[in-house]
Nanobody, 119 residues
């Protein structure tokens, strides 16, 4: 299993970024996927999940600002982040599993991509 995140960077408050996670080594199309993040000095926080049927879920603080999507033809899951705030600064990870309650959640993680929101 391999998960490779990309798309992070430095953005000003109010800006946007789109993260990508390229997956391989498992049946992506039938797998739920998540994005999680870890801010400096804090624990891992689940951000959003998407299931094989396309259903999506978000942490309350991300609703309306973040959009998760997937492209099964490319084995890739995306996180579109809009209206970014300084408190969104974190390392963002993708993982197999749609939510922390899923049995497979946390079995595999990518290496993460840094998002820094600062003026």
């Amino acid at each position: 299993v391999q998960l490779v995140e990309s798309g992070g960077g430095l953005v000003q408050p109010g800006g946007s970024l789109r993260l990508s996670c390229a997956a391989s080594g498992f049946t992506f199309s039938s797998s739920a996927m998540s994005w999680a993040r870890q801010a400096p000095g804090k624990g891992l926080e689940w951000v959003s999940g998407i299931y094989s049927d396309g259903s999506t879920y978000y942490a309350d603080s991300m609703k309306g600002r973040f959009t998760i999507s997937r492209d099964n033809a490319k084995n890739t899951v995306y996180l579109q982040m809009n209206s970014l705030k300084p408190e969104d600064t974190a390392v963002y990870y993708c993982a197999i599993g749609g939510a922390p309650s899923d049995p497979s959640y946390g079995d595999y993680w990518g290496q993460g991509t840094q998002v820094t929101v600062s003026s």
